[in-house]
């Protein structure tokens, strides 16, 4: 609701009046019909796999989440797509093909990183990743849909030393300003990691180590110290510690994927 300020402040009226807290349904049946829609589940699984690439920054968003909410999932290496498809035998097992996916009980699929976070969050209400407040929710979204990870990357494809670095380091900067304004600190949505948290974290969290080597001497977080301490925040939790990769692992997983370029 970022474009819609005033539906934005009808909605904070009527949150305030007693008879909508005591009638609106909570942020949680609204996830849970979501999660319906798309084929999950709305009770907390017997088991759950989580079939991705461990060096793919979306798959990491599933591992964070499932990490923080608490979750014991387990974890299917797919083998990075050749020219956009999977292996064989997953396209066989998941029709839908996407990664990350996390299969449910064996038998339906929650596909897409972003779902499976909010998946995760409403499995596990008390990891508190789904906030109480659907305007929150649909904030919280509108912040991950709009947070362009594949133009971020992209501008680190060249190497420090090519003739539009400097430009290139501009653009981060701004592309990361712009999300700077969304965050509410310490965490996206206030003082509690989400399931938006989750989505963006590996992603700033790779930013920094491959702009790192991509683009020395540069600070990607000069015009963004929310995000910033998002990212620190996040880091000092033991349990989102432990499912991040490390600098030296994004650095190696983005020059698979993306080589310097000229």
Do not use: C
């Amino acid at each position: 609701l970022a474009a819609a300020p005033r539906l934005r402040a009808m909605l904070r009226a009527a949150e305030r009046r007693p008879s909508f807290v005591e009638t609106a349904s909570p942020a949680a049946d609204y996830i849970s019909g979501y999660g319906a829609f798309l084929g999950g589940t709305a009770k907390v699984a017997d088991k759950l796999t989580l079939y991705g690439s461990a060096g793919d920054v979306f798959t990491q968003r599933a591992v964070i989440a499932a990490a923080a909410a608490g979750a014991k999932v387990d974890i299917v290496e797919v083998e990075e797509p050749k020219d956009g498809e999977p292996a064989a035998w997953y396209r066989a097992l998941n029709p839908a093909a996407t990664l990350p996916a996390l299969h449910v009980n064996g038998q339906k699929w929650v596909q897409s990183s972003t779902n499976v976070v909010q998946y995760l969050g409403e499995a596990f209400p008390e990891s508190g990743l789904v906030p109480k407040s659907a305007l929150d929710v649909i904030d919280g979204q509108f912040f991950v849909e709009d947070f362009d990870v594949g133009a971020v990357f992209s501008l680190l494809k060249g190497g420090a030393k090519a003739d539009d670095a400097d430009e290139r380091k501009k653009a981060v900067v701004r592309t990361l300003a712009a999300a700077e304004r969304r965050v509410v600190a310490p965490f996206a949505l206030g003082d509690t990691l989400t399931f938006v948290d989750a989505a963006v974290v590996p992603v700033l969290a790779a930013l920094r180590a491959v702009a790192s080597e991509r683009l020395p001497g540069h600070d990607v977080f000069s015009e963004a110290p929310k995000l910033k301490q998002l990212l620190a925040e996040a880091e000092a939790l033991p349990a989102v510690a432990a499912a991040l990769r490390s600098d030296d692992e994004h650095v190696a997983d983005f020059a698979k994927r993306v080589p310097v370029s000229a």
